[in-house]
C-alpha cells in the first residue's frame, strides 16, 4: 500500500499472475512506468506525475486516479466507473482495446490510433490534433462518441482502413477533416456526422460493414485530390 516512485529510468512491472496494485505510484518526467506481462494488472492506488506510463501486454485495469500526460495503450485497458482521468497531452492506441466507461467525458489535446480498438461509454473529446490512421471505434452504450471540437488545428484520416461500428458515433464539428489514406467502414448502426468540412484526396471508400451505419452530412464535402472514383456509400445522407 505505498508509493512506488519512479525518477528515472524505466520501471516494469510484469508478472505471470493476476497482480492487484493498492498503492500510489509516481512517474517523473523522463522516466517511464510500464504495466506488462501476459496477466491482469489491476490498479486501485492513484497514478500520476509527468513522464510516461504505458500499458503493454495482458489486461491492465485502472481504477483509480490516472494523472499523467499520455494513455498509451498497446493492451487491454479498462478505465472504468471508479477512474477519474486527467490527460494533458494525447491518447496514443497502438493495439489491444482501450476501454473508457468512467462515466466521465475525456477531454485531449490529441488523439492518435494507429491500430487497435477504442470502445467504452464515455465520451471523447479531441481539441487539438487527432490522426486516425487505422483499427476500430465502437462503443458499449448510447454515450459512447467522438468528437472534434472547439480548437482543434489539425484532423487527419490517413493509413489502413478504419471501422466505425458498434453504435459509436463520429462527429466533426469545427475542422478540416483531411481524408487521404484506408477505406471507412461503418456497421452496427454507427454514424459519422460532418458539420464541418470532410476534404478527401484521394481515390477512396465509405462504405458499409455488418449492421450497417449512416454518414450524416450537415457540412461540405469536398473532393480535392485524386484521378479517379470516390465511393460514398453506406447510407449517406
Excluded: C, M
Excluded at 493476476?18 to 491482469?40: E, R, W, Y
Aim: hydrophobic residues 35%; charged residues 10%; neutral net charge.
Amino acid at each position: 500500500d505505498g508509493t512506488l516512485d519512479v525518477q528515472t529510468g524505466t520501471v516494469n512491472l510484469s508478472s505471470t499472475t493476476i497482480a492487484t496494485h493498492a498503492g500510489a505510484f509516481t512517474v517523473s518526467a523522463g522516466a517511464t512506468l510500464a504495466f506488462s506481462g501476459n496477466t491482469t494488472n489491476t490498479v486501485n492506488g492513484n497514478v500520476s506525475g509527468l513522464g510516461d506510463v504505458i500499458l503493454t501486454s495482458g489486461t491492465t485495469n485502472i481504477n483509480a486516479g490516472y494523472n499523467v500526460p499520455a494513455v498509451i495503450a498497446n493492451n487491454l485497458a479498462n478505465f472504468g466507473a471508479t477512474a477519474t482521468l486527467t490527460v494533458t497531452d494525447s491518447i496514443r492506441i497502438t493495439g489491444g482495446t482501450t476501454d473508457f466507461s468512467s462515466g466521465a467525458p475525456v477531454v485531449i489535446p490529441v488523439y492518435r490510433q494507429t491500430t487497435g480498438t477504442l470502445t467504452g461509454s464515455d465520451s471523447l473529446d479531441v481539441t487539438g490534433t487527432f490522426d486516425w490512421q487505422g483499427g476500430t471505434q465502437t462503443a458499449t452504450a448510447a454515450t459512447g462518441v467522438t468528437r472534434l471540437v472547439g480548437t482543434v488545428t489539425s484532423a487527419t484520416f490517413t493509413g489502413a482502413s478504419k471501422f466505425l461500428i458498434g453504435g459509436r458515433r463520429f462527429r466533426n464539428e469545427t475542422v478540416n477533416l483531411v481524408w487521404s489514406g484506408g477505406v471507412v467502414s461503418l456497421g452496427a448502426s454507427a454514424v459519422f456526422t460532418n458539420d464541418a468540412t470532410l476534404n478527401i484526396q484521394g481515390n477512396l471508400s465509405l462504405t458499409a460493414t455488418t449492421g450497417g451505419g449512416t454518414f450524416q452530412n450537415n457540412g461540405t464535402v469536398q473532393r480535392t485530390a485524386g484521378a479517379a472514383t470516390t465511393t460514398l456509400g453506406s447510407g449517406a445522407a
